[in-house]
């Protein structure tokens, strides 16, 4: 099992930056991919950026391409978002994921920290 602990949600006015943090800890080998992803009210739940292990690569929602930035510190085991220039469209509960790509059985979401972004 793998635990997660995330951080850093909060109020925020648009145009202004927050840093969520995801921090695992228990079973972590097996995990080669991470992500997060967010979901509003009445809306369904939609990736926003992930993060491939092995080479580093990510990939981001094009609603936020440009404004968020996802990363990892392997010693820490935590995953960070970076979030800037936010907009009040992106206030969600922003979910954090760290899983296996060929292992479907290896999948573990954080319990959420939400976001709201006013105008």
């Known amino acids: 099992q793998v635990q997660l602990v995330e951080s850093g949600g909060g109020l925020v006015q648009a145009g202004g930056s927050l840093r969520l943090s995801c921090a695992a800890s228990?079973?972590?080998?097996?995990?080669?991919?991470m992500g997060w992803y967010r979901q509003a009210p009445g809306k369904q739940r939609e990736l926003v950026a992930t993060l491939i292990s092995s080479s580093g690569s990510t990939d981001y929602a094009d609603s936020v391409k440009g404004r968020f930035t996802i990363s990892r510190d392997n010693a820490k085991n935590t995953v960070y978002l970076q979030m800037n220039t936010l907009k009040p469209e992106d206030t969600a509960v922003y979910y954090c994921r760290v899983y296996n790509r060929f292992f479907k059985s290896v999948d573990f979401w954080g319990q959420g920290t939400q976001v709201t972004v006013s105008s």
């Open positions: 228990g079973s972590i080998f097996g995990i080669n991919a």
